[in-house]
């Protein structure tokens, strides 16, 4: 079975702060990962993907893989209300190019 | 960027009526779509991957029956629930990549099917 896993939380961090979320997942044959954030009714919104071990940064945004420990992570600097929503991490599997998810952070960045 | 157009963004039917639902790739063309299923404060399903020209791959316990999937086009790929009931009752996201490989999945709006 190939799983995704996140803490669902919710997260909360006030204005300003950073947001770490986390996951792991247990194909080590996933090269590739995915974070999505989604609004509640509204469908995911891509924020980054990552394939190399180390850091990606993207504005306010880092996405960490550490492919020996099976584990993505995201930093949010600098939170906003307006990043209250939930975050998905999602793994790709080769066979047939299929993105699993995991099931998903909610965070809340209180003013 | 790329674009993934999904309608309707809202259905309501009747038990035992058929739904579909059409996702369209607006400015790029998909050989493969991916269709998901995702319950209140759940995450997202996959239930199928829709192949152009060819029969689509439902994941494992998802009834082939029940969900009727169809890739005529490059472009446009239409998931049929046929049969509805309140079970079925769901938000239903289409998806698809521009290119092959590892890129990322642009996702259409959804569509929140309520059955009664």
């Known amino acids: 079975q190939k799983e995704v896993e996140q803490n669902s939380g919710p997260l909360s961090v006030p204005e300003g702060a950073i947001a770490s979320l986390n996951c792991t997942y247990s194909?080590?044959?996933?090269?590739?990962f995915f974070w999505y954030r989604q609004y509640s009714g509204k469908s995911p919104e891509l924020i980054m993907f990552?394939?190399?071990?180390g850091d990606k940064e993207d504005g306010r945004f880092t996405a960490q893989l550490n492919k020996a420990s099976q584990y993505v992570s995201l930093l949010i600097r600098d939170s906003q209300p307006s990043d209250s929503a939930t975050y998905l991490c999602a793994a790709l599997y080769n066979q047939g190019g299929k993105l699993i998810f995991g099931q998903g952070t909610e965070l809340s960045v209180k003013p | 960027g790329a674009v993934v157009s999904q309608h309707p963004s809202r259905v309501i039917c009747k038990s035992g009526t058929s739904v579909k639902i059409e996702c369209r790739s607006l400015d790029f063309q998909a050989t493969t779509m991916f269709w998901y299923r995702q319950f209140p404060k759940k995450s997202l399903m996959l239930m199928a991957t829709s192949n152009e020209g060819s029969k689509a791959t439902y994941e494992q316990g998802v009834e082939k029956d029940k969900f009727l999937i169809n890739h005529a086009s490059l472009t446009l790929s239409t998931l049929t629930v046929t049969s509805a009931h309140p079970e079925d009752s769901s938000f239903y996201i289409c998806?698809?990549?521009?290119?092959?490989?590892?890129?990322?999945?642009?996702f259409g709006n959804g569509t929140r099917l309520t059955v009664t």
């Open positions: 998806s698809a990549r521009v290119g092959e490989g590892d890129s990322p999945l642009h």
């Open positions: 194909d080590r044959g996933s090269q590739s």
């Open positions: 990552i394939y190399s071990n």
